[in-house]
């Protein structure tokens, strides 16, 4: 596969609609879900730029979480509309930073706000160099 020349987008958002399986009886989002959601604003941040995960599997590159941060600040509840922000914070020779911001819409309150650390490494599980493109224009 041909990898673009550089990333161009750094920040992506995403509605993220919960699931009933993703509640508890009270209609709250379980703190376990919150996880999942960064994952999926991390996939269509890296598909903004034209690209998949399969895409860098492919050719060896591959994404482990190596730190994750959440910090609650308000109840997400079943079936609600919510906005996830996901930004790409800092790219070095070896892992990717992303941080999260999860707001009810047309409020703007702050649900949650998190960040990642993602380690590139090959297919053995061992450190490799991070994508030169996916450094930050």
């Known amino acids: 596969m041909k990898f673009p020349e550089k990333t161009t987008v750094q920040s992506q958002q995403i509605t993220v609609i919960p699931r009933y399986c993703e509640t508890d009886q009270a209609g709250v989002v379980h703190h376990s879900v919150f996880p999942v959601y960064f ?23 591959y994404m482990v979480v ?4 959440i910090k609650y600040r308000s109840p997400a ?17 070896a892992k990717i930073e992303h941080s999260y911001k999860l707001t009810r819409p047309g409020t703007g309150i702050l649900l949650a706000e998190g960040s990642s650390i993602l380690a590139c490494v090959d297919d053995k599980g061992k450190p490799k160099r991070v994508p030169g493109f996916m450094y930050p224009e």
């Open 77 to 93: 509840y079943y079936d609600e509309k919510l906005d996830l922000v996901t930004e790409c914070t800092k790219v070095s020779a």
């Open 39 to 61: 994952e999926m604003g991390r996939t269509e941040l890296l598909r903004a730029n034209g690209l998949a995960y399969k895409d860098l599997e492919k050719e060896g590159f």
């Open 66 to 69: 190596a730190e994750l941060f």
